[in-house]
């Protein structure tokens, strides 16, 4: 059974730092594409960045929520199955619970999508 748990979030004041990562736990799983998106109380969940996977940390592809362009940065970690977000200079319109994302495939089964539970960000004006 594959599952994406995220962690790292917290209470921040504006301004202020925070890194989530999520990882990725199975057995002989391959992983594609991984993703951050945020739902806010009342909104769409939307996808806040995204993140290709060539093999190669230098050729992997990356895009972002114009909303978190130069503030927010995604990578990952292929040897350990995990996808960061290092997130900058928070804003009070970035509270909203974080969800990690990622294309997997299961042995013997086609790419799927995978959620992983959410994570609370909170900043504070």
């Known amino acids: 059974q594959v599952q994406l748990v995220e962690s790292g979030g917290g209470l921040v004041q504006t301004g202020g730092s925070l890194r989530l990562s999520c990882a990725a736990s199975?057995?002989?799983?391959?992983?594609?594409?991984m993703a951050w998106y945020r739902q806010a109380p009342g909104k769409q969940r939307e996808l806040v960045a995204a993140?290709?996977?060539?093999?190669?940390?230098?050729?992997?592809?990356?895009a972002y929520l114009d909303a978190v362009k130069d503030r927010f940065t995604i990578s990952r970690d292929n040897a350990k199955n995990m996808v960061y977000l290092q997130m900058n200079s928070l804003k009070p319109e970035d509270t909203a619970v974080y969800y990690c994302?990622?294309?997997?495939?299961?042995?013997?089964?086609?790419?799927?999508?995978?959620w992983g539970q959410g994570t609370q960000v909170t900043v504070s004006s």
């Open positions: 994302n990622a294309e997997i495939a299961p042995p013997y089964s086609d790419y799927d999508l995978y």
């Open positions: 199975g057995n002989r799983f391959s992983i594609n594409a």
């Open positions: 993140i290709t996977n060539s093999g190669s940390t230098s050729d992997d592809h990356t």
